[in-house]
């Protein structure tokens, strides 16, 4: 399974998706008071993001957590299909960071994994 066509457009949804996240009050404090960051690093297709408190970026940087996965595995993290423990257990998701940064990933996900539906997932009939 393939979520998205091509690299543009998982760049652009996860952009948007991020872009999204950061506007959550409680969401930038946490990354802001805790100089937080985020590398996302996808392979087949190949993107990078980072995310940190100021904004998105395209260009790498050195941040708190480097996330390497698919761009399947992530689809499947994001939608609460795939916890990210077992992620890393099945080396679907490789973690570099401290272990007590990694802890606080698990707070900043269901903000972006519930951005990233609004983005994937067919809207529901009212």
């Known amino acids: 399974?393939?979520?998205?066509?091509?690299?543009?457009?998982?760049?652009?949804?996860?952009r948007e998706t991020?872009?999204?996240?950061?506007?959550?009050?409680?969401f930038g404090?946490?990354?802001?008071e805790n100089e937080f960051s985020l590398q996302f690093v996808l392979r087949d297709p190949e993107v990078a993001l980072y995310l940190a408190a100021d904004g998105v970026e395209d260009e790498p940087h050195r941040a708190t957590l480097r996330l390497e996965s698919d761009a399947d595995a992530l689809h499947e993290i994001l939608l609460g299909q795939l916890p990210v423990t077992r992620a890393v257990v099945d080396r679907r998701?490789?973690?570099?960071?401290?272990?007590?940064?990694?802890?606080?990933?698990?707070?900043?996900?269901?903000?972006?994994?519930?951005?990233?539906?609004?983005?994937?997932?067919?809207?529901r009939a009212a």
């Open 93 to 123: 998701l490789a973690v570099k960071g401290q272990v007590s940064e990694v802890r606080r990933l698990a707070d900043l996900l269901p903000v972006i994994g519930g951005e990233y539906a609004r983005r994937v997932l067919p809207a």
């Open 1 to 14: 399974m393939t979520v998205h066509a091509n690299a543009e457009q998982a760049r652009k949804v996860l």
């Open 29 to 32: 404090a946490v990354l802001k």
């Open 18 to 26: 991020f872009e999204a996240a950061l506007t959550d009050a409680v």
